[in-house]
């Protein structure tokens, strides 16, 4: 289940170039799908682009690599290097909303909020239930591929074999 928290957001409209995409400075949790796609097009091996925090012991911890405070895909003119290629991670699919805490159980519950200080708010067109769907949609498979990590844990597997499983 996906639970949009906070005010209702009406207009939105992604002007990256106007803030220096900040959003790509918060860390950023990656999927075993979204790993398995970036290696595919980009050709890199999962390590060069992976970071693995050993302090989350049952949520996912794969999370984007940095290049000093911002993402590694970052790239000139602060475009997103995966964007063209189609790759771009679900939780960056999700914006204008970012995952704000995971709420345990049978079935987990992910709770999503507004990015922070984004300027795009107000700007553009008028949000379709639609595009809020969507938003949910991929929040939903956020939660599966959460799921299917959480089984592997049980299993024993370390998040390194948990890769390796998966690709
Ligand atoms: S979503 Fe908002 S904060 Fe993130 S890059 Fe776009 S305009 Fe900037
Ligand atoms: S993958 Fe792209 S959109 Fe996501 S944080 Fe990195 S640069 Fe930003």
């Known amino acids: 289940m996906v639970v949009i928290l906070g005010k209702t957001v009406k207009k939105w409209k992604c002007i990256y170039k106007v803030c ?22 980009t050709g890199r091996a999962p390590e060069d682009f992976v970071s693995i925090t050993k302090d989350e012991d049952r949520g996912i911890p794969f999370v984007l690599k ?15 290097e995966l964007h063209n290629k189609g790759v771009k991670p679900l939780l ?6 970012m995952l704000h805490k995971i ?11 507004r990015i922070p200080e984004c ?12 595009f809020l769907d969507e938003i949910k949609r991929q ?9 299917k990590i959480i089984k592997y844990r049980q299993q024993g597997l ?10």
């Open 119 to 130: 300027p795009g708010y107000g700007e553009g067109s008028t949000l379709t239930e639609e």
């Open 158 to 167: 370390d998040p390194e074999e948990i890769i390796q499983k998966e690709l």
């Open 66 to 80: 940095r290049k000093g405070d911002e993402c590694i895909f970052l790239g000139k003119d602060y475009q997103c």
């Open 20 to 41: 220096e995409a900040s959003c790509c400075k918060i860390p950023r949790k990656l999927t075993l799908s979204d790993i398995k796609k970036i290696a595919e097009k």
């Open 139 to 147: 929040g939903q498979t956020y939660v599966t591929e959460l799921r």
């Open 92 to 97: 960056c699919q999700m914006y204008p909303f």
């Open 103 to 113: 709420i345990y159980g049978d079935e987990p519950v992910m709770l999503i909020k």
